[in-house]
Structure formats: C-alpha cells, structure tokens
C-alpha cells in the first residue's frame, strides 16, 4: 500500500492537545494548503456533483434506485469510491485529506451523500480495516467499484447509543462450517439494495462479532422501507435474520473483537460525516443567497436588508468556520499517519489506533458540522420566506435533509459525552497534561487580575478571545472536576456544557489560525475567522456560566463568577458592519467564495 | 496518430474580475484560472481520437508557472506528456500578439511532426480566435475551424464545420492538419483519480521563452499589430421593454429578440 509522499504539511500534534498547545499558523492544515492533486480530485468531484446528482436529484429523491446505482458505479469508475481502498484491492489508497474533499464535494444531496457515506465508510471501511486477504480480495475490488453496494448493521430497535446491547445472537453449527444468525436490524442504510453487509451479532449471546453477508443469503430478508423525514433519496430498511447461515469465514475480524469495528469505524464515521456537512451547506447557502438576491421586497431585493444579512453572514461564517475545523483536524490525521510503515503487519491497527487518538477531535467535529448544516439549512428556508416551506423550492429539501445529521454516527448528545468524557479520562490517565494546566489557570485567577497580554496582527482581537476561551475551558473543568469528582460523568448537562466549550474552542482557533495563515489582513477569511470568533465566545460565555451555575453556589460562586468575568472580559467588536460585509462579498458572488 | 493540443490556461469564468490600475489587465491577485473551453472540447476530441485509433496526445501551453497547472489536468485527463513554453512573469508574454505567440508555440512543437494539432476555437480571455489559424499557416499545414466533430476517414480526417444560422458543413482534409475546435459537441470527460495519481509521473518539457528566443532571434516580439489599449468592465444596465400588440403578435416579436439579439434559442 502506498500514500502519497508529501502530503502532510501539518505538525505531528497529540490528538486532543489543542487546549494545552499553542500553535502557529504554519502548524495546522488548512484548505488553502490542498496539493494541486487534492484540487484535481476536488474539482472532479465538484463536477460530478453539479452536473450528474443534482441532474438526478428528483429521482434520487424518489428513490429511483438505478439511477443512484449507476451514480454510485460511475464514481466507482472514476476512483472516487476507493480513496480509503489499497491498491491491491482496487482503490487508491490516497491521504485521508482526499477522502475528506470527496465527501465534502460530492454532499449536493442529502439522500444521495448518505448513499455515499454509508457505502464509502462503515460499509467499506470495516473490511479494509480488519479483512483477512481472502474477504478483501473477494469483496473490495467490487464495492471499490461501485459494482456492489455496502450496508453497515449495528443498530436494533432497542440497541442504538447503547450499541453493545444488541440482541441478534449467531450460534457455530454443528458442523463448525457456518454461523447461524438470528435477530433484527433497524435503520440500516443502503439495506434496499446494498450487496454486502456487515452485520453485529453476539456469539452465543456474549462474543459481539461482526459478519459479513451478502445479499441472498437465505435467512436475510429486507424490510419494507422506512418513510422518512429527509434523506428521502436513500434507503433505510429493517433487516431480519431468521436462521441466516453465514459461511464461518465470513465472520469479520475476532470473535468477540466486534465492538473494536464498530467504535474505530465511528471515529471515521464522524470526521466523514463533518466534511459531507460542507457540501450541504454550500449547497443550502448558494439557494439562500440566490432567493436573497432575486427576491424584490418594498421595491428592494431583499439581500440588502440587514437581517437578511445577518443571516448571510452567519451562515457563511458557519461553512468557514467548519471547513477550518474539518481540514485542520484531518490534516492533523494525516499528519499523524505519515510515518506508519504501510507494509507493516500491524498498519490497519497502527492508523486505527493513531486516528483514535483523534476521538475528542471526531466527536467534536461532527457535532460542530451536523448543528452547523442545521443552521445555515435553517437560514437559507428562512430567507426564502413562505416560500422556503414548500418542496417547488430546494430550501426545504436541505432543511429536512440536515435533521438527521444530528442523530446518526453517534447522536449529538452522545459525542458531547465522548469529548468531555475522553479529554477527562485523558487528564486523569495523565496522557495529556491537562491536571497540570488546570492547577496553573487555577492558580493563576485565584492571585487576582494579572497583566493580559496583547497581541499584534489583524486577529489580535481574535487571540485575545482565544487565549481566554482556553482558560475558561481549563477553569470551568477544574471547577466541575473539584465538584463531581469522578461522578462527573453522570452530569450530562455539565458535561455537555463542556463540551460546547470544547467546540467553540477548537473551531474558534481553528479559525484563527487559517485566517492568520493567508498572510494577508484584508483576506476575505480575516472578517469570516472575526464573525464566528464573536458567536464562538457567545457560546462559551453562556456554557461556562451554565457550568459555574452548577458546581458552586453562595461565596463559591460568587468568587468564581468574579474570576468568570475577569476571563471573559472583552469590549465586542461591530458584528453589525462585518455582517454587512461579509455578506455584500457573498451576494456578490452568489455563492460561498472567499 | 500524434496528435498536438494547444490549451490555455484563463481566467476562471466566474472569477472575481477587477481591473488592474494601468487599465491594461484585469487583476490577476485572488483569481483562480483553469483551462480554456474550448481547449478542453479539443482535448476531448484528441484523447477520442486516441481511443478509437491509438496514438499520442501532447499538450502544449504558454503561460507563466501557474500554467502548469492546467497542464497537469490535461495530464490527468489521459493525455500522455506535455510541453510547457514558459514565461518568466505575468508579462512577457503580453508583448506578443496572436503572430507573436503562434510563432512561439510553432517554434516549440516543430519537432514534432504531429499528424493533427487541436486547439481551441477562442480564448475565453482575449478571444481573438487567431492562434490556431496562423499556427497552420506557421506550420505549412491546411487547417479548419470552428470544428464540432473529427472522424478518421481513409488516410485523412473527415470534420464536422459549424457555420451560422444552424447550417453545417462537411469536409474531408488530408493530414497532417490544423483543427479548431468548437466548444459544446460532446461531453468533457472528469480526470479520473488514477488519472491525478498518474499526472505527475508524466513528463512535461518545460522551454523557456527567453531560450527559445535565444535559439532563434525571430522570435523576439517585434512591434505588435493590435495592442490592447484598455479593459473596462462592461456596464451593468437593467431596460424593461414592452411588447406591444395582439398576443400572437407579441409572441412572434419575442421569439425573434431571443433568436436574433439575445441568441438563446
């Protein structure tokens, strides 16, 4: 297997280091750093997104099946399904870089990008990770090319969060030749007309083991599909599995190993989700300014009216904002997979391992995309008025496509818990030195006001807010650590708080940093990276103070309100004329450009 | 069957266009470029061309670094190497006109001996729609233009010429040829991903213009017969014209303002 040389051009970091680093603009990727092979791939992928889904986007949306298959062959045909697939498999084994601009440009609609994801990542993925050499010869070559359609199985009616509860049972025959599987799956996509799934079962109640059946197995049967909110281009069915033989080298992996598959898949599954989320939003905000533009209201198009702006700029602000975020942590992925020695025994272990390093980073991305779509979703049916609710226009399409980001590869809720909860387990582990760094912001806001520092540049405002963000992070899980102790866990809406501290924080610089490193103070990025730090640090003020709330109370609180305070004193810049601008540049371009 | 493409490499069409403070440009800071339509109809043309009858398809382009670009699209589309006759800046090559620059060109793929070049009927940039014409001429060769369609018939080429008012013409021409290309025709195919992963192993000949030059005095750039005296934006205005008379009458007016004026149907 080979990947390209020279592709990272990010810094090796520790995964979930990023409250405790600073780092420089040359330290982090960003997507003005694509190699002129990643806009190569990114521009196929642009055209085919233009001009053959959205071509097909009615029957996508009617669940004209051949017409996504052939979609899906095509892309087959031009690579674009076998960038995570090696060589010898028929793929192409490319950085994960390219794998993320391919889900990001190809995301034009919502059913068919989940078509895509669930073929692409958990159907795929499983097998090149954990597939003896028999299994990936005999599969990936055909859902490389698009020939065959991959489902992934995990979820049950009763199982989906908690996946581990699952109750599908496989039994060895006697003859030792099968595994007998029994028990239901539910909201399985793809399963209308996947060829291949990966289906989770526990042996003999209590080994949880993944399988690999293909369609036609007698004793797998598809239900009927599911009528859905959005995504209505894709299938979502219930499988049954009543006495299905599975042949007993078609179980995937170890037995017993199966919830490794499904929670290294996730963290895929996740940074995945986030680059689609980008797509979708362009696609939704270009809608949105369009109608902003055409519609004429008391004599005037509406794009020149303040809130309509605001909107704009909001959203805009929100694609810039992920896109920093998405690139940045993958091209950290990357970075950390550059020196894995790709003939070695162990790899698909080694990079498993490495982008685990990376699940506060996953969890937190995929949050940050799936709320981020929701939102500019939310703008683009608002600035289409009355008519935003209704199907003539593609307003309401994106609307009730986004929905289920927050819901599937782990629903928001539970990546909130995953990226407070890893980062605390980390700290306590001693693997990130954050008790150290919680002690020394600790000590520092109980000797009262300090000097602050200033910053130079055109985001020294920005760094200012950065650098504080930080501190109010490491001070609020002091805070909540010294409270709850190790029944932290429990406080969910504590944790959660934290984790939209989390968030807002890593985007927030990731921001920055990608403003900082176009090197030019009037960069359209500059005023986007300005505009989202302001909404970034609204989200932090209130989550801190959410979290404060509830760990202290009388003296306690009051002093640590004064500390708060001091922390997140700042004088707000204009949001009104950056709105302003930022979205005339938009108008101007009837599209997200920067 | 060798064949030449000569592509372009142009602003991109939706690119955010300002004009440069000497009025003889536009400015090219925050523009992104790609390749010239109708160099990428030709370069379709030649790389069916090539599957229908195997062969070689070289691209030519020149331009500054940044051209290099382009080519390596070209590249990762299917076309086999590539020779890029490079200038050193953003302007020396703006001292040539159409002669100037086909010279050039001609001078760089002489070697060659292609059995067919391609190029674009117009740049989207200048559109002056002269390089390739007296290219052949450079190149002793016959040429057609505004070509839709190439067919290999016995020894030579049998094409498909546009001509106004939806009328067609058919001629049959011996190689080696000169052919420019008409955009729209067929569909462009998308660069593969092994297509990208196989582009940089291909070899792409870089000539500088002040070698080439050097190599051959006569192709110094000698006082220009156009010189582009001032770009302007064109002026955005909005008129609402009202068609009068019976619906039919109406109709019939409209129908002949969107075949003739504003040539959409």
Redesign the interface.
């Known amino acids: 297997m080979t990947v390209?040389a020279g592709v990272s051009v990010a810094k090796r970091v520790v995964g979930g280091s990023f409250l405790l680093e600073d780092l420089t603009p040359d330290d982090v990727f960003t997507p003005e750093d694509l190699s002129?092979?990643q806009?190569?791939?990114a521009?196929?992928a642009t055209?085919?997104a233009e001009e053959k889904i959205l071509a097909q986007a009615e029957a996508i949306e009617e669940k004209d099946f051949a017409v996504t298959r052939e979609l899906m062959r095509e892309l087959g045909?031009?690579?674009?399904l076998?960038?995570d697939v090696p060589e010898e498999y028929g793929g192409?084994a490319?950085d994960k870089i390219t794998s993320a601009i391919v889900a990001d440009n190809l995301s034009v609609s919502g059913g068919f990008s989940v078509t895509l994801g669930a073929h692409c990542t958990i159907g795929t993925m499983p097998l090149v990770w954990y597939g003896t050499h028999e299994q990936k010869a005999k599969y990936l070559p055909k859902l490389a090319s698009g020939e065959w359609i991959a489902a992934y199985a995990l979820s049950e009616s009763s199982a989906g969060s908690d996946a581990m509860n699952i109750r599908t049972r496989a039994k060895l025959s006697e003859d030792g030749k099968h595994y007998v599987l029994n028990g239901e799956k539910m909201w399985i996509s793809n399963a209308g007309f996947a060829d291949l799934f990966t289906v989770f079962a526990k042996i003999d109640g209590e080994q949880f083991s993944a399988f690999l059946i293909e369609r036609g197995t007698p004793g797998l049967s598809v239900g009927a599909e599911e009528h859905k909110l959005g995504i209505r281009g894709s299938s979502t069915c219930p499988l049954v599995l009543e006495d299905c033989r599975v042949p007993v080298e078609n179980l995937l992996g170890t037995a017993g190993k199966g919830h490794h598959i499904a929670f290294n898949i996730l963290n895929v599954g996740r940074y995945k989700l986030a680059a689609g989320t980008l797509g979708g939003m362009r696609f939704a905000f270009r809608n949105g300014v369009r109608y902003a533009k055409e519609r004429v209201a008391f004599g005037k198009p509406i794009a020149t009216f303040g809130l309509i702006q605001e909107k704009i700029a909001d959203s805009a602000a929100a694609i810039y904002a992920t896109e920093s975020a998405v690139y940045r942590v993958v091209g950290a992925i990357d970075a950390a997979l550059a020196d894995l020695n790709h003939d070695s025994a162990t790899y698909a272990q080694d990079v498993q391992k490495r982008i685990e390093e990376f699940a506060v980073e996953c969890s937190i991305l995929k949050v940050l995309g799936s709320e981020a779509l929701e939102r500019v979703a939310d703008h683009a049916l608002q600035i289409h008025g009355g008519y935003g609710y209704v199907e003539e226009y593609p307003a309401e399409r994106s609307y009730r496509d986004s929905r289920i980001n927050r819901i599937f590869e782990g629903t928001n809720e539970i990546n909130r818990l995953i990226a407070t909860g890893f980062m605390i387990k980390r700290a306590v582990a001693g693997t990130l030195p954050l008790m150290p760094a919680i002690k020394k912001v600790m000590d520092e806001v109980m000797a009262g006001p300090g000097e602050r520092v200033s910053y130079d540049g055109p985001m020294a405002a920005e760094r200012a807010l950065l650098a504080s963000a930080k501190k109010l992070a490491l001070f609020t899980s002091g805070a909540a650590s010294q409270r709850f102790g190790n029944d932290l866990g429990e406080q969910q809406e504590v944790m959660g708080a934290l984790a939209d501290i989390l968030i807002e924080t890593l985007t927030m610089e990731s921001c920055i940093l990608r403003a900082e490193k176009q090197r030019k103070a009037n960069a359209p990025g500059v005023k986007l990276a300005k505009y989202y730090a302001m909404r970034a640090f609204r989200v932090i003020e209130t989550a801190a103070e959410r979290v404060l709330g509830a760990v202290a109370e009388g003296d306690m609180l009051r002093t640590q309100m004064t500390i708060f305070r001091r922390l997140a004193k700042h004088e707000p810049a204009n949001a009104v004329i950056l709105g302003r601008e930022i979205a005339a540049a938009m108008v101007?371009?009837?599209r997200y450009?920067i | 069957m060798k064949i030449i493409v000569a592509i372009k490499q142009v602003p991109e069409r939706?690119a955010?266009i300002r004009i440069d403070s000497g009025n003889k440009w536009i400015d090219l800071e925050d523009v992104e470029f790609s390749m010239n339509e109708s160099d990428a109809y030709a370069l379709e043309e030649a790389l069916q061309l090539k599957e229908a009858h195997g062969g070689e398809v070289i691209v030519v382009s020149a331009g500054p670094e940044r051209a290099g670009?382009t080519i390596?699209?070209a590249l990762?589309k299917g076309a086999d190497r590539a020779i890029h006759l490079q200038s050193s800046d953003e302007t020396e090559l703006a001292a040539y006109d159409a002669l100037g620059v086909a010279r050039l060109l001609a001078a760089s793929i002489q070697d060659e001996k292609a059995d067919l070049v391609l190029t674009g009927l117009q740049s989207d940039d200048l559109g002056l729609g002269q390089t390739g014409v007296i290219l052949a001429e450079l190149l002793g060769l016959p040429h057609a233009s505004l070509i839709l369609k190439i067919e290999v018939a016995g020894n030579g080429l049998k094409v498909l010429r546009e001509l106004e008012d939806g009328w067609f013409q058919h001629i049959e021409l011996a190689t080696p040829a000169v052919l420019t290309i008409q955009s729209g025709n067929t569909k462009l195919r998308?660069?593969?991903?092994?297509g990208?992963?196989k582009?940089?192993t291909k070899e792409v000949r870089v000539i500088a213009v002040a070698d080439l030059v050097a190599s051959d005095p006569s192709l110094k750039p000698t006082a220009p017969s156009v010189v582009l005296d001032q770009v302007k934006l064109p002026h955005k205005q909005r008129s609402t014209q009202l068609l009068g008379g019976s619906p039919a009458e109406a109709a019939a007016a409209l129908v002949e303002k969107l075949q003739f004026e504003v040539r959409v149907i």
């Open positions: 390209e002129e092979e806009r190569q791939v521009s196929t055209s085919f045909e031009l690579g674009l076998g960038v192409l490319m101007e371009a009837g450009r | 939706d955010r670009k390596r699209e990762a998308y660069a593969t991903l092994m990208i992963k582009a940089k």
